[in-house]
């Protein structure tokens, strides 16, 4: 893969960190032709705890960044940003797709077998009036505990995921929802996706003590939100179908360390 600091793309993928690289993941498995920028406002990483104002406007200032690139399509990858601003984003740039993230609370609710969802995200994204009403509309005879996953955004975006403390922390949260009987978690922040493996250890672990496989399972809604930009490509007549992969120009707004991170970050995980 090449990596540059200048260029142009139809689609963007932005976050405050580098949680969206676990969406642009996904996206690159069904778009592997097109160019995508993608930008981490690492300097103000984390947003969850933010207020909503603050929220608010360091994305539409990140939106105006990708947008003077060229970017006609935009993939809000956070929770947190799309909680909070996508109604503003969409009304500001009219002429612009935008492609939020959902927690996959809806599909949780009906596919959970035990009644109990469990769902791991962000302070303002538990705060968002899209989640609230999901939740509101399946959750009849049902229960979702909400675990708010404070620390762990901070853990992905120092490369200290893999810790022995990272996974403490994380058991800790996930054995919240296991207790209740959660037989689905849903990832409701794209930094989570990156502890998956620590998440199925702690699943496991709980799964020997009570004595047998509980079919715990984990949701991330990223697979969904490409097929999304998917259509919008098509509809656009962006579609390429060329013999090479298309270029990635990733951008961050903090520091040269933090820049190079997410360009490893890149590497590692795409
Ligand atoms: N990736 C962001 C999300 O999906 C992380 C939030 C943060 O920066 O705290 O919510």
Redesign the pocket.
């Known amino acids: 893969m090449s990596l540059s600091l200048s260029s142009k793309a139809d689609i963007a993928v932005i ?3 580098v ?2 690289l676990s969406v642009l993941a996904e996206l690159r498995q069904v778009l592997p032709h097109s160019s995508i920028i993608y930008y981490a406002d690492s300097a103000n ?4 705890d933010k207020s909503r104002e603050e929220i608010e406007s360091l994305t539409m200032d990140v939106v105006k960044r990708v947008v003077a690139m060229g970017a006609t399509i935009v993939v809000v990858a ?3 940003m799309t909680a909070v601003a996508i109604e503003k984003l969409r009304k500001r740039w009219s002429d612009i797709d935008f492609v939020g ?1 959902e927690p996959a609370v809806k599909p949780a609710l009906l596919s959970s077998k035990t009644g109990v969802v469990g769902v791991l ?2 302070t303002a ?1 538990f705060g968002g009036e899209l989640y609230q009403h999901t939740k509101d509309e399946y959750i009849e005879g049902k229960k979702v505990v909400e675990v708010a996953g404070k620390g762990l ?1 901070e853990f992905v975006e120092s490369g200290r995921h893999s810790t022995k403390e990272c996974e403490e922390l994380l058991a800790e949260y996930i054995k919240k929802m296991l207790v209740m009987g959660a037989d689905k978690i849903v990832l409701g ?3 989570y996706p990156f502890l998956t493996n620590q998440i199925e250890r702690v699943i496991a672990k709980y799964e020997k003590c009570k004595g047998g496989e509980l079919g715990v399972e984990i949701i991330n809604p990223a697979g969904a939100v490409s097929r999304r930009v998917v259509q919008i490509v098509q509809k656009r007549g962006l579609l390429i179908d060329l013999p090479y992969m298309g270029e990635i120009y990733y951008f961050s707004s903090g520091t040269d360390k933090q820049r190079e991170f997410v360009a490893q970050f890149l590497n590692n995980n795409l």
Do not use: E, K, L
């Open positions: 976050d405050s960190g949680g969206g990483c984390p947003y969850g956070c929770n947190t993230m995200a962000t994204t955004v922040c794209t930094h």
